[in-house]
């Protein structure tokens, strides 16, 4: 596990980090630590879902790519750190938002 950003309020950490070729053929899944809490997560961008439901239709998963769900799921304008980073501190400031309800706290994480 590797920590990819820090900052005072939070940390990231995951086991690859997000290359700069072939962008719509990736996501990532990250671990959030926020206020001594830990929570999992997953990232994509809308064409990294399309190139997975376009696979999906060929290889005939998930009803030949008709669908496509994942839990604890955030939605990137680009797949970048600086996006990722952006989002989760947007939620984090947005009273209205609630982390617990967006991403799955992982109990005993360490």
Avoid: P
């Amino acid at each position: 596990m590797k920590i990819i950003y820090e900052s005072e309020l939070f940390y990231i950490e995951t086991h690859h980090e997000i290359q700069v070729v072939k962008v719509e053929e990736q996501n990532i899944d990250f671990w959030l630590t926020v206020n001594g809490k830990t929570f999992s997560g997953s990232a994509f961008t809308l064409a990294n879902i399309q190139y997975l439901m376009t696979k999906d239709n060929r290889t005939g998963e998930s009803a030949f790519g008709s669908y496509f769900w994942c839990a604890d799921m955030l939605i990137l304008d680009q797949m970048t750190l600086e996006c990722l980073v952006k989002a989760i501190t947007d939620i984090l400031n947005d009273e209205s938002l609630d982390m617990e309800r967006i991403l799955t706290q992982v109990v005993n994480y360490y």
